[in-house]
C-alpha cells in the first residue's frame, strides 16, 4: 500500500539555521508533491507545489527538492525565525485523486 | 473575505445522537473534500465531490455522508455518533484538476461523550 514518512515527528531548531525536514513515499509514483504549514487550531495552509519534472522549487526562504529515483522531497527554511514554527505536511499528488498527507514534522525555531 | 468556512467551530455532543457540520467555500472551486484529523494529528481523506462523482475513502463508516446543496457547499452528516468519531473534521476544496492546491477550513472539533 502507498505509504508517507516525514522524518521525525519534531524538530528543534535554533533560530537562524537551516531546517531541513524530509517527506518519503513508497509504493507509488506521484507527478507533483505539495507541502503545507498547519498551525494550531487552524487548517492547512498550502506553501509549494513541485513537479516530478522539478529538482527545485524556491519561495523567498523555503526551499524545496522532489527526487524520484530516491522517492524522497526535501523541505528548507534558510535564516529560520520562531515565527515558522508550525506543523509541516507533505502530500505526494497522483493527480485526479485527492490528496494523502504525511504525519507531519512538527517544528520549534527556538530564539 | 474568500475562504472556506465551516460551523460550528466546537461541537460537543453525546453518543448516539445526528449531528451535522456545514461547509461553504466561495472561491468558485469545482471540488469540495472533509478530512478528518485525529488525536494524532493524522490527517485522512473522507470524501471528495465534484458536483457529478462522489469518492469515498472506503474505511469511511456509513454513519457518515455528505451532502452538497450547490457547488459551494459541502455538509457532512453523521449519525448515531460514537465516542470514536471525536476528532477535527476539515472541510477543504480545490479547483478541478490535478495538482491544485487545496483550501481548507479552520476545522470543526468533534467531542462525543
Known amino acids: 500500500s502507498q505509504k508517507i514518512e516525514q522524518n521525525s515527528e519534531a524538530l528543534n531548531i535554533q533560530e537562524g539555521k537551516t531546517a531541513t525536514l524530509t517527506c518519503n513515499y513508497t509504493n507509488y509514483s506521484p507527478a507533483y508533491l505539495q507541502w503545507y504549514r498547519q498551525d494550531p487550531g487552524r487548517g492547512p495552509v498550502f506553501l509549494l507545489l513541485?513537479?516530478?519534472?522539478?529538482k527545485e522549487k524556491r519561495k523567498e526562504r523555503l526551499k524545496v527538492t522532489f527526487d524520484t529515483t530516491l522517492k524522497q522531497s526535501l523541505f528548507h527554511i534558510t535564516a529560520s525565525q520562531p515565527a515558522d514554527s508550525a506543523t509541516y505536511l507533505c502530500a505526494p499528488d497522483l493527480e485526479y485523486t485527492p490528496l494523502v498527507f504525511g504525519k507531519g514534522t512538527r517544528l520549534s525555531v527556538i530564539a | 473575505d474568500t475562504a472556506v468556512s465551516q460551523t460550528p467551530k466546537y461541537l460537543v455532543t453525546q453518543m448516539g445522537n445526528d449531528k451535522s457540520i456545514k461547509c461553504e467555500q466561495n472561491l468558485g472551486h469545482d471540488t469540495m473534500y472533509w478530512y478528518k484529523q485525529d488525536s494524532k494529528k493524522f490527517l485522512k481523506i473522507m470524501f471528495s465531490y465534484n458536483n457529478k462523482e462522489l469518492i469515498i475513502n472506503e474505511t469511511v463508516p456509513n454513519r457518515f455522508s455528505p451532502k452538497s446543496p450547490d457547488k459551494a457547499h459541502l455538509n457532512l452528516h453523521i449519525n448515531s455518533l460514537e465516542l470514536g468519531d471525536s476528532a477535527v473534521y476539515f472541510c477543504?476544496?480545490?479547483?478541478?484538476?490535478?495538482?491544485?492546491?487545496?483550501?481548507f477550513g479552520n476545522g470543526t472539533r468533534l467531542t462525543v461523550t
Open positions: 477543504a476544496s480545490s479547483a478541478t484538476g490535478g495538482n491544485s492546491p487545496l483550501h
Open positions: 513541485i513537479r516530478e519534472n522539478e
